[in-house]
């Protein structure tokens, strides 16, 4: 109420501000369709002169189209098996008491705190023993199980009211079918935080696919774009920008999509 | 189907001989077992991919493994705290130390700053567009790295970027951002903060719902200043959220090492590389064993600060 004396002055400041902030988008989508010659002008132009789609042709004389495909396939598994995997541990450590389950539970929070390089190494050193490295599963398997995925299911499941789990018991459902038909129909808005969460995490994930996706039949976007760029198409800025598009239009639909789900999400796990 | 040998269980249970003791002992027993099969899937590839992982790494950083030993982890020598002696008295290593430290000292508090006043801005000042703003302050945080990196450093071309266009109309002659040792790891620390803040935004968007909106009103009929009100009413209130801001915000920083990796290889001279990037430089070097040790040092720090940060929160 007190707050709301000069709202047009904070609108204007908001709106600058979202302005500065998207820029470097709005600038790459209008990038993306210009020609080489334009985007080397000086000064630059704002709106393509004659816009043309020929960079995003360029791109997909390359096997994009290949490289997409392994990036939503590598998400879609990642995804999937962090919904199941760390729901299941997650209710079991929310509402069932058995042997060790503190001790693992420490566990797992203290891994939410160890630098992705720790385990880095040990984990390359793995795929390659195991004879997968440059193999679409060795992208998807170090990913499965994340420390936050449980941490934040079992935030989710803890909410829930135990008095569903004695129902059950009194109606005399098992333990186990508790946990598949009782609790895990109610769980649609943590996984909706959950699987956008990892899908974006997989689909953005560059590091690891650059290291161990040795051979272009298991590249995914952001590796093949990291490659082109360093390469001698590193001021090829109409590819460049294209690819950038390509990466983060999809990301953006599925976003915008998802959003609320996706704050809500991230807010509640950020207070509890 | 995974049900079967529960459901099966329980009716063994004689009726009226369910005498509460055993009744719950058995019960006991069926809901251990349940929480454990549950917990299997998750566990066992835990240990295969991170625990066991976390675990060889600080072997290995007491090692002289490198990238020949693949093959044969368990040939390799002792060398008790040769690594970290190496990681100490190498220049680079303490280069990519003090960059870490100016990068984390500089952008934890610009990310909570610009965090805070856009969450401010939208969960007070205005009542239309509100998730607009949101979704385009958060556009960015959703966004690939690699793309981030061609855009911004399309953005930041010394000849026709827009950045160095835009001061040229104020009469500024811009500077090469990144081939400018002065310039460079400030233009990461902004690249850093414009990718960023988003999440901490959102994050305080839900702590300032916990602020009692009768006390501002109140407080402001006895005169209080929006600053006064803001430092002894606001701040109080969303301390916990602050604390948890504050403490993810520097495990990730303290980690910095995408935005150099893809904008400037650690360039121009050592001047962006950091301490994780440097690490990453060893692995690729084939010093295992260097390369762990280091990321091991990281790790001591992370845990260090975010202890300290827990005591100075906690204190009042």
């Not at chain 1, 010659?37 to 994009?64: K, M, S």
């Not at chain 1, 956008?196 to 039949?217: D, K």
Request: charged share 10%.
């Amino acid at each position: 109420m007190i707050e709301r004396r000069r709202p047009v002055i904070t609108y204007l400041v908001l709106t600058a501000f979202l302005l500065l902030v998207i820029t470097p988008f709005i600038w790459m989508v209008l990038g993306s369709l210009k020609s080489q010659g334009e985007l080397l002008q000086v000064p630059p132009t704002w709106l393509p002169e004659q816009p043309t789609l020929d960079n995003f042709q360029r791109l997909f004389e390359r096997p994009f189209g290949r490289y997409f495909w392994n990036s939503t396939v590598v998400a879609v598994a990642v995804t999937v098996g962090n919904l199941v995997f760390s729901s299941m541990f997650g209710y079991a450590l929310a509402h069932l008491s058995f042997p060790g389950k503190k001790i693992l539970f420490a566990l797992v929070l203290a891994c939410l705190m160890i630098p992705g390089l720790v385990t880095f190494i040990p984990q390359y050193v793995l795929v390659v023993n195991m004879g997968i490295a440059g193999t679409l599963p060795a992208l998807i398997l170090p990913f499965l199980v994340q420390p936050f995925s449980v941490f934040l299911m079992r935030q989710f499941f803890l909410g829930l009211p135990r008095e569903l789990l004695e129902a059950g018991r009194i109606d005399g459902v098992g333990e186990i079918a508790i946990f598949f038909r009782i609790y895990l129909p109610l769980a649609g808005p943590a996984f909706a935080t959950l699987g956008i969460l990892t899908f974006l995490g997989s689909w953005n994930n560059f590091l690891w696919p650059l290291v161990v996706a040795s051979s272009e039949r298991t590249y995914t976007l952001p590796v093949a774009l990291a490659l082109i760029s360093t390469g001698q198409n590193q001021t090829d800025y109409g590819l460049l920008l294209a690819g950038a598009t390509l990466i983060v239009l999809p990301i953006l639909v599925v976003f915008l999509f998802f959003q609320r789900h996706f704050i809500q999400g991230i807010a509640t796990t950020g207070i509890k | 189907m995974t049900a079967s040998p529960d459901t099966r269980a329980e009716p063994q249970i004689p009726r009226g001989a369910g005498s509460p003791p055993r009744g719950r002992s058995r019960r006991a027993a069926g809901e251990a077992r349940a929480g454990l099969l549950l917990s299997l899937p998750f566990l066992v590839l835990f240990l295969v991919f991170i625990a066991w992982p976390v675990l060889q790494s600080m072997i290995m950083s007491f090692t002289d493994m490198r990238i020949s030993d693949i093959r044969t982890p368990f040939a390799v020598e002792f060398v008790g705290l040769e690594n970290y002696r190496t990681a100490f008295s190498d220049p680079v290593f303490r280069r990519a130390a003090a960059n870490t430290a100016i990068f984390v000292l500089l952008g934890v508090p610009l990310t909570i700053t610009a965090g805070l006043a856009a969450a401010l801005a939208l969960d007070r000042g205005v009542s239309r567009l509100r998730s607009v703003f949101r979704i385009g302050f958060y556009t960015p945080v959703i966004t690939s790295i690699v793309a981030v990196a061609v855009v911004w450093r399309f953005l930041l071309q010394p000849e026709n970027g827009l950045v160095n266009t835009v001061l040229g109309w104020v009469g500024i002659d811009g500077p090469n951002w990144l081939g400018d040792e002065r310039t460079a790891l400030l233009s990461l620390v902004a690249m850093a903060v414009w990718r960023n803040f988003g999440t901490s935004m959102v994050i305080f968007l839900a702590g300032l719902q916990a602020v009692d909106r009768q006390l501002h009103e109140a407080a402001a009929l006895d005169g209080a200043g929006r600053w006064q009100r803001f430092r002894h009413i606001t701040l109080p209130s969303i301390r916990p959220t602050m604390l948890f801001v504050l403490v993810t915000t520097s495990i990730g920083y303290l980690q910095f090492f995408e935005e150099p990796f893809v904008m400037t290889s650690g360039g121009p001279l050592n001047a962006t590389i950091s301490a994780s990037m440097y690490t990453y430089n060893q692995f690729g070097f084939g010093n295992y064993g260097v390369a762990g040790a280091m990321a091991y040092l990281t790790f001591l720090v992370i845990a260090l600060v975010t202890l300290l940060q827990f005591r100075l929160m906690r204190e009042k």
